[in-house]
């Protein structure tokens, strides 16, 4: 009898082992995971400077209209037609007329017909209690030097502006003044050296308060600004007699 018995596999059946990966395939892709997750966003542009703007380029010499206290600059011309002119003005207002027919002159558009003025004066030193002091002072008190282009518009311009009472000149018509004239008043108030000017007059009681006449008495005979010198009459052994003496030397009583 054949002996039909299967010998049976008693082995158990294995199971699919995935294939192990290479560590050092891996150690790769880790790597690779690594980096990629590591990786920054690149930056934004940075936004474009702005244009220098260019430097128009300085001449080496440059006209530059300075205008001091006295002498206002409103526009520089060679015209011949310019003539200086004499505004007369309310004492002691000068300057504040001035600067009225600057503002009106650039107000109403007459830089190119009223262009400069001036007011005359000179430096002196003043001798007050002893103490010297610089001071500007008016040659022509009331009066204001005009330089400009003569038109009923321009005439009116000057003409109306508060503190003006009129014109130099015949009737209502301005007189422009003579060149040399103006020549001449240019020069003197451009004069270095100041001129003294004296707090007393002649025949006033003054007290001597320095030299060897300190203390002493007299009247004053005469006085000399360039010089800054005054004579004095003191009374010495019953007699008048003159001394010169400085500014600084005497004061009033």
């Known amino acids: 009898m054949a002996d039909n018995t299967k010998t049976l596999?008693?082995?158990?059946?294995?199971?699919?082992?995935?294939?192990?990966?290479?560590?050092?395939?891996?150690?790769?892709?880790?790597?690779?995971?690594?980096?990629?997750?590591?990786?920054?966003?690149?930056?934004p542009e940075a936004p474009e400077a702005p244009e220098t703007p260019e430097v128009p380029e300085v001449p080496e010499e440059q006209t530059v209209f300075a205008s001091s206290t006295n002498h206002i600059v409103i526009a520089q011309s060679e015209d011949k037609n310019a003539k200086w002119y004499v505004l007369h003005t309310y004492s002691g207002h000068e300057k504040k007329v001035a600067e009225a027919i600057k503002q009106r002159a650039e107000s109403m558009h007459l830089e190119d017909k009223i262009l400069e003025m001036l007011i005359p004066t000179q430096e002196k030193i003043q001798i007050r209690r002893g103490k010297k002091q610089t001071v500007r002072e008016k040659i022509f008190p009331g009066y204001l030097m005009i330089r400009m282009i003569l038109t009923d518009v321009s005439w009116l311009a000057a003409r109306t502006t508060q503190g003006v009472t009129g014109f130099v000149g015949i009737a209502n018509k301005p007189t422009p003044l003579p060149e040399n004239e103006v020549k001449t008043i240019q020069k003197y108030i451009s004069q270095g050296a100041p001129s003294y000017k004296a707090s007393f007059s002649v025949g006033e009681a003054v007290k001597i308060v320095e030299g060897p006449f300190t203390d002493f008495l007299g009247t004053v005979e005469s006085i000399d600004e360039e010089k800054g010198k005054v004579t004095v009459l003191v009374s010495i052994f019953g007699r008048e007699t003159p001394v010169e003496l400085d500014f600084l030397q005497v004061t009033r009583i």
């Open 9 to 43: 596999d008693t082995k158990p059946e294995q199971a699919d082992v995935p294939a192990q990966a290479d560590p050092a395939s891996a150690d790769i892709q880790t790597a690779d995971v690594t980096v990629s997750a590591e990786q920054t966003p690149e930056a």
